[in-house]
């Protein structure tokens, strides 16, 4: 007998196969497996499918142990290393990090969903406890996408720290959001705010630039003299470097920033500096600022939505649109280019310009 799989109650399966070694002894594994018959299905098959090769030895390799593997080739491969490094430490580790990488099965991985899907009070690894609130399915997907490759790179090892990949699914999240800024909103917003954020939301609504890529940016980074902005290789999210050109109020504005740092803070190497140093958060202060402005619940990522639809608009061609952006594909390009109420009303004008022609 190959193997075989046993119902043991609802959604619970003995998977079961035998090996026989040089001796000729013949020994039982037994798993249980809960979930899907499908699990146990794909479980029994790369057990077999191991056996049959050779390969196979009872794995005692630990999550954590996969995870720290795929962090240091995050490292390696110049990723985005500490964005996978924070959803490890802070989430994936402390809920799966001692498991055996052979015991974690449908059962574990809709335990995590769950328990990401509520708010939770966890303890901290240097005392104290944290409260998280709950997490979105897109936000649970990008966790479970990191999970997901730390198996898939354990399986492709020689010799293989795991032998079958659990089915970690993919959760449906719901539709992109369509927030962006008309200009008058912009403006409105933009007068609320602290006299150093100004010309961050400037940049941000010219440019369609990340929020990160903003706050990191450097002086050296700016050539004011040919009227460009470099983003190096290694500091976007695609890790790609690309060149942005500055329209001739972002270009007077970052003469004017230049002038005050090099008679104020001549040794500071940011270009948008709280006194000098880094801006590195100002979530109240855009939250006021929105409030204030009759704008709630604008992002600073709807500047990055308004920042390609005005490219669009202004005869841009997509190609050349998205070298500026950053974006890879057509798809993201086409979730971005958003169509506003503004824009309906001005087809109907259209269209009623049209019938009255005819």
């Not at 040089?22 to 594994?29: E, F, I, P, Q, W």
């Not at 005869?315 to 309906?344: F, Q, W």
């Amino acid at each position: 007998m190959r193997g075989s799989i046993k119902n043991r109650g609802e959604r619970v399966w003995l998977v079961r196969v035998f090996t026989t070694d040089a001796d000729g002894k013949r020994t039982s594994h037994n798993k249980t497996l809960h979930g899907p018959k499908d699990d146990a299905r794909r479980y029994l098959n790369g057990f077999l499918r191991d056996r049959d090769l050779g390969v196979y030895a009872e794995s005692t390799e630990t999550v954590g142990a996969l995870l720290d593997a795929l962090l240091d080739d995050y490292e390696v491969n110049d990723k985005c290393l500490w964005w996978a490094k924070n959803v490890v430490r802070v989430h994936l580790r402390p809920f799966f990090g001692a498991m055996r990488a052979s015991a974690v099965g449908t059962r574990e991985i809709q335990s995590y969903i769950a328990m990401r899907r509520k708010t939770s009070t966890r303890k901290l690894e240097h005392g104290g406890t944290r409260t998280y609130k709950a997490a979105s399915n897109a936000t649970i997907n990008r966790a479970l996408a990191i999970l997901r490759s730390a198996f898939h790179m354990g399986g492709r090892c020689d010799p293989p720290k795991v032998h079958t990949v659990p089915h970690i699914p993919k959760l449906k999240e719901s539709a992109p959001r369509k927030g962006f800024f008309e200009r008058d909103a912009f403006l409105a917003v933009r007068s609320h705010l602290p006299e150093e954020l100004r010309p961050v939301i400037t940049f941000g609504f010219f440019t369609g630039c990340r929020r990160g890529e903003v706050m990191g940016l450097r002086w050296e980074q700016v050539d004011l003299a040919e009227g460009v902005v470099r983003l190096n290789a290694g500091e976007t999210k695609n890790d790609e470097g690309r060149m942005i050109p500055l329209a001739t109020e972002l270009r007077e504005m970052l003469t004017m920033l230049k002038a005050q740092r090099d008679e104020l803070w001549p040794k500071s190497a940011w270009v948008f500096s709280r006194d000098g140093e880094q801006i590195l958060n100002f979530r109240k202060s855009w939250a006021n600022a929105c409030k204030q402005a009759g704008h709630p619940g604008l992002l600073f990522h709807d500047l990055r939505r308004t920042g390609v639809r005005n490219l669009i608009r202004a005869g841009v061609p997509e190609v050349v649109a998205m070298r500026i952006s950053g974006h890879k594909t057509r798809s993201m390009l086409d979730r971005y280019n958003v169509v506003s109420e503004a824009d309906l009303k001005d087809a109907g004008r259209k269209l009623g310009e049209y019938l009255r022609v005819v």
